[in-house]
């Protein structure tokens, strides 16, 4: 080498560079992976977290009248024992006591209400209450005979279970 000949910048450094150049670059491609992996983490507990709302937005609207239909389940027993006391009193009074209660059951069926009224039926403790047994006579045993308190359910859910009398078993 000459006194003016100068060496080529960074050949001995080439391999060094090279290597820092192939470190970098996969401590970026991990960096990027995790970057994917976090937003696709993001993006599913947003979407847990969007189902999750639908979900209570659906049983609020389902079950949003339940306190107030609660509140009228007196109002459908008094009609139902004014139905009963008027029965085989045919006349105006009568009439409009039917009226009233069938028109009150559309509107309340309408927001999902239903009468759980199981005279004829096995006994079902999950939406029945027994509060006496009698003899079976032409029932069936275990079925209810009596029928003393109509059940509600709302939305399936259950408002109110309905007080029978079920037949004794022999």
């Known amino acids: ?33 995790q970057l ?32 107030l239909l609660g509140e009228l389940l007196p109002v459908f027993d008094s009609l139902d024992a004014g139905l009963a006391a008027a029965n085989g009193h045919d006349g105006p009074l009568k ?3 039917d009226l009233t209660y069938r028109q009150l059951l559309k509107v309340a069926g309408d927001h999902g209400l239903a009468v759980v009224d199981p005279l004829g039926q096995p006994f ?7 509060i006496s047994q009698a003899d079976p006579g032409q029932a069936a045993p275990g079925s209810v ?17 309905a007080l029978v009398v079920v037949a004794r078993h022999d």
């Open 124 to 130: 079902d403790p999950e939406l029945h209450q027994a």
């Open 36 to 67: 994917r992996m976090d937003s696709l983490r993001e993006r599913a507990d947003l979407e847990n977290q969007r189902k999750r709302v639908a979900r209570d937005i659906e049983s609020a609207r389902k079950f949003a009248n339940e306190r």
């Open 95 to 97: 009439e409009g006591l």
């Open 1 to 33: 080498m000459t006194h003016n000949e100068t060496p080529s910048p960074g050949h001995d450094d080439e391999p060094v560079l090279e290597s820092q150049l192939r470190d970098e670059i996969e401590a970026l491609r991990a960096e990027i992976e």
């Open 145 to 161: 005979v009596q029928v003393f308190q109509k059940g509600y359910r709302l939305n399936e859910r259950l408002l109110r279970p």
